[in-house]
C-alpha cells in the first residue's frame, strides 16, 4: 500500500512538519532517543522509565494518531524522529511502504521476537500481541468453543455488535480470512457478519462490553488487553460492570489457531539517534520491558519465556495463528474493499 499526497497536501504537510519539527526538536534537544507514536503515552511511560533507569538515556516522545508516516516524510532528513512505535501490523506495514523506516540487524531483537513477528527484511518488529477474540454474554452465550467461520451463520443473526468494519483491527481480522480462505469466501464471511448485526457498527471495542452488558446484543468482537483495562478501570469504575457481564471465548480458523496483531517498533529512516534507538529497540524486547507489557497492558509478551499476566491467563490458552503478519499486510487493501462492496457499516440487510 502506497501513500499519495497532492501537491498543495505535500506543502502543507511539509510546513507544518517544518514548525512542528522545529519544535520537538527544540524540546526533544537534550534527550537520547525521540519517538513518534501512535500509542497513548501512558501505555509506553513505564517501559520508558525502566529503559531510562537502566541505560541513563533518556527519551521524548510525541503522539501522532494520523499521518505519521506523512509527517515523518514531509520532514525528510532534517526530522528528530528516532523511533516509530504504533499498533496494528497495517500501520507498521504503512511505514515500511512509504520508505520512512530502514531495516535494523540485530542479533538480539532476532533471539527475542519469533520470525512470525518480524519483517522480512528487519524494517519492523512486533514487541507485543493482543488476541482478536470473542466476547460473549456470561448469561447468555453457553460455554461452546466458536470458530471465526461460525461468526457468520444465521444462528447469530441479530446478535452480534462489532465496530467499523474499516477499523484497523477488523481489517487486520478480515485480511488474516483472505489469506486463509481466499478473496470470494471472505466476502461471503464478511456479508454474514453483516446480516448477524444488532446494530449498525459504532464505537470501540469497550463500547461492544457495554452493549452486551445492556442487552443490546449477545456476542462481539475484541481485543483482548481491552477486558484487562476494563476489569481494573478505577477512573470509570462502570467498566468493571462491562467487563464482568463478558466472557473471552478465543476463536479459531479451521487451522485450531486464533488470530492475533501487535505492536511494534521501527527505526526512523534519517534516526539521528541510531545508536540509542538500537539499545531501546533491544531493550524494549528484552524480558524486563515484556514483563512491564504483560503486567500493566494485559498484553501478550512475545519473547518466548515471559508469562502473561493472571489475567489474561484467565482468559484461556491461546494458541496463535501461525500466519505470518507480513502475509496478512498483503491482503489489507483487499479486506478493506470487501468491507465497502458488502455495505458492513450500513448494519444487517435482512
Known sequence: ?????SARSTRWLAASAVIAATGFAAAAQAE?????????PDLIQPVLDAFTKE???????????KGLEERIAAEGANSPADLIMTVDIGRLDAAKQAG??????????EANIPAVFRDTENEWFGLTARGRVVYA????????????????????QGRLCTR?????????????????????????WVAGLRDNLARRPEGGDRDQAKAI????????????????????????????????AIKVVMPTFENGRTHVNISGVALAKNAPNRE???????????????RIYAELNYEYPLEPGIATSEVVTSFGELKIDDLPLAEIAKYRTKASEIVDEVAYDNGPQS
Open 213 to 244: 452488558f445492556a442487552g443490546e446484543c449477545d456476542i462481539a468482537i475484541g481485543n483482548t488487553y481491552y477486558v484487562g483495562l476494563m476489569m481494573h478501570n478505577e477512573k470509570e469504575p462502570e467498566q468493571k460492570e462491562w467487563a464482568d
Open 137 to 156: 454474554s456470561k448469561e447468555r452465550v453457553g460455554d461452546e468453543p466458536i470458530t471465526y467461520e461460525e461468526l457468520a451463520d444465521p444462528k447469530w
Open 276 to 290: 540509542n534507538a538500537v539499545k531501546l529497540m533491544e531493550f524494549l524486547s528484552g524480558a524486563e520491558a515484556q
Open 32 to 40: 537520547d532517543v525521540n519517538i513518534y507514536t501512535s500509542r497513548q
Open 164 to 188: 467499523s468494519g474499516q477499523h484497523q483491527y477488523n481489517i487486520a481480522l478480515i485480511a488474516a480470512y483472505i489469506a486463509h480462505h481466499g478473496e470470494e469466501a471472505a466476502r461471503t
Open 1 to 5: 500500500m502506497h501513500f499519495r499526497l
Open 55 to 65: 541505560t541513563g538515556l533518556t527519551t521524548a516522545t510525541i503522539f501522532i494518531d
Open 100 to 109: 520512512v523506516v530502514q531495516p535494523v540487524e540485530s542479533e538480539t531483537l
